[in-house]
């Protein structure tokens, strides 16, 4: 009985010497088709939209599956057949961890993909992980629009993460966490070239605070500006590779949550979306989702208004929102200067 059992743990051991964790499925699926990891896993959470797990929820997020509500685990997005393998069902991140041979950590450039990147380094940091374990691949790309084929030659750099590495991203995420953005602000002024897209991120994240000017963020200004010609048609305006919104905070579901908030407000900047709200029950209803493709948005005045800077967005529409830690108000309302890359606290 000991041999077999020997036996197996050596065989789970040989099935997974390979752990390549990403954040998203489509990053998952052409990774492991280009054969880059025995098995590939793939932490999807949106850190950027919302708030926050709490500190408990943060804490038991990466631990072995107990009582967790879904959602709330790390593998709660792997597909069913993956938690068949062996050694991976119900297991926490650093169990994982000890069952593989090399772990490496292929991260996008998007800014959630390098929250969750930061949010994992912290919890390995509190765990006393040997980080001359972990390797993190330099990405300056998307992986999941890459064929898997040519994936699968790309020479994207390795670094080995130091105990550095892991000092830094704890201090980026629990800027991030912060009630205010002043954190993350006052990060922009350090050497963050150990995460060489740390910098880009924070900053991308500074922009979707409300303008000091506009009161909008970057990625609703872009809104107005695809919209400001007229007669436009709502995923034509869209984050996509085919469309000139080349924002990537903010996903489909959060872009059109954005687009409502502009369009279905007290004083609107935007007119003519046809339907709505942009949920589920909508997608699911043809023709409620066919009368929204349709819809043509222009500008309302007040919209010319605001993209031009001569009107406030917030000052005639409620603001309820995170950003992080932070919960953004009209009473409670930060603001971050894009041409003086300064954060303006509230008045």
């Known amino acids: 009985m000991a041999l077999g059992l020997c036996f197996d743990e050596a065989l789970k051991r040989a099935a997974m010497t390979r752990l390549v964790l990403t954040t998203d499925s489509s990053a998952a699926g052409a990774l492991e088709q280009a054969g880059l990891g025995d098995l590939v896993l793939a932490i999807e959470r949106r850190l950027v939209w919302g708030p926050l797990p709490s500190g408990?929820?943060?804490?038991?997020?990466?631990?072995?599956?107990?009582?967790?509500?879904?959602?709330?685990?790390?593998?709660?997005?792997?597909?069913?057949?993956?938690?068949?393998?062996?050694?991976?069902?119900?297991?926490?991140?650093?169990?994982?961890?000890?069952?593989?041979?090399?772990?490496?950590?292929?991260?996008?450039?998007?800014p959630n993909a390098q929250l969750i990147l930061l949010w994992l380094l912290d919890h390995c940091r509190s765990?006393?992980?040997?980080?001359?374990?972990?390797v993190m691949r330099r990405l300056d790309i998307t992986?999941?629009?890459?064929?898997?084929?040519?994936?699968?030659?790309?020479?994207?750099?390795?670094?080995?993460?130091?105990?550095?590495?892991?000092?830094?991203?704890s201090r980026a995420w629990r800027a991030y966490r912060a009630p205010t953005p002043r954190a993350v602000s006052e990060l922009l002024n350090d050497d963050l070239s150990m995460l060489p897209q740390l910098g880009r991120c924070l900053l991308d994240l500074l922009e979707e605070l409300p303008d000091v000017t506009t009161g909008l963020g970057a990625t609703e200004t872009r809104l107005l500006e695809l919209v400001a010609p007229?007669?436009?048609?709502?995923?034509?305006i869209f984050p996509r590779h085919d469309t000139p919104n080349a924002r990537r905070v903010?996903?489909?579901?959060?872009?059109?949550?954005?687009?409502?908030?502009?369009?279905?407000?007290?004083?609107?900047a935007v007119t003519g979306l046809d339907e709505g709200p942009f949920s589920l029950d909508m997608h699911n209803d043809a023709s409620r989702h066919a009368r929204y493709k349709q819809s043509h948005l222009s500008l309302?005045?007040?919209?010319?208004?605001?993209?031009?800077?001569?009107?406030?967005?917030g000052r005639h529409n409620p603001i309820d929102r995170w950003w992080g830690g932070t919960h953004l108000t009209n009473?409670?309302?930060?603001?971050?200067?894009?041409a003086s890359r300064a954060l303006v606290p509230p008045v």
Not at 230 to 236: L, M, S
Not at 300 to 313: M, R
């Open 300 to 313: 309302t005045d007040f919209g010319k208004a605001v993209l031009a800077g001569s009107e406030d967005f």
């Open 250 to 268: 903010f996903d489909y579901w959060e872009v059109g949550a954005l687009l409502d908030g502009l369009a279905r407000c007290p004083v609107p």
């Open 230 to 236: 007229g007669n436009v048609q709502p995923f034509n």
């Open 127 to 134: 765990e006393g992980v040997a980080v001359s374990e972990l």
């Open 331 to 338: 009473d409670r309302l930060w603001r971050w200067g894009r």
């Open 143 to 169: 992986v999941g629009d890459i064929d898997p084929q040519r994936l699968a030659k790309l020479d994207q750099q390795a670094v080995r993460l130091t105990q550095d590495h892991l000092e830094l991203a």
């Open 56 to 110: 408990a929820e943060l804490e038991t997020f990466f631990a072995p599956r107990t009582t967790q509500p879904h959602g709330l685990h790390w593998l709660d997005d792997t597909p069913r057949w993956h938690l068949q393998e062996p050694g991976v069902k119900d297991h926490g991140l650093i169990e994982l961890f000890s069952d593989c041979d090399t772990v490496e950590l292929w991260m996008g450039p998007d």
